[in-house]
């Protein structure tokens, strides 16, 4: 199993959100006890839609502010009676103070108080421990919710190193250079939870109530 530890951190920014429609789906179905081609049977896939980020957060800005503050960061340490199950390291891969190392499909809950109600943006400092060759991904819920379906596989922030082939591997047989191999680099990231193919120029708001929000 791949692991990542990390300190989970929050920033408030104001942010200038860009955003890409999502065009309209309509489909149909085979009844498979009859084969009978019910197209004009549409039904309607609104919900799912309703549910992604650019819908969400174009009600959201509606109704609650992008709120501007300084950065808000949560150490692991404040947070391990809550989480007692897990496996803790000191000063990990250089990283001075408390990790947590998680297993997959493991979770780490942390608290974050704020002053108003509006819209904020998270992210985390964290490292993987083993070498991997796919994209990692996690899921965040707030206050026990996923507030848009993008929320569900955040695939998070990697950094790749070119290892060159040797010589007598660099061609293929007709004298073309071949692309060198990719390995992931072990080194602590900070990033913010944003979308992974890059169609929104900043990373993506949260709203979180005023008080106590479990992350």
Known sequence: MKKVTGVLLLIVLFTLIGMTRIATVHAYYIDEQTTEDNSTDEFDISDFRDGTYYRTVSAWIETYDIISSPL???SVSSQMNDNLELYYEDDYQGETGKQVLLDTDNSFSFKVNVSQTGLYQLGMNYIMADV?????????????KSLFNEMSDLELDVTWESIPLEESLRYNRYGNELLPDSVSKISWTSYFFDDYNNALNEPYLFLLEQGENII
């Open 72 to 74: 808000q960061a949560v």
């Open 132 to 144: 991997f060759y796919t994209v990692p991904s996690i899921e965040i819920l707030i206050n026990g």
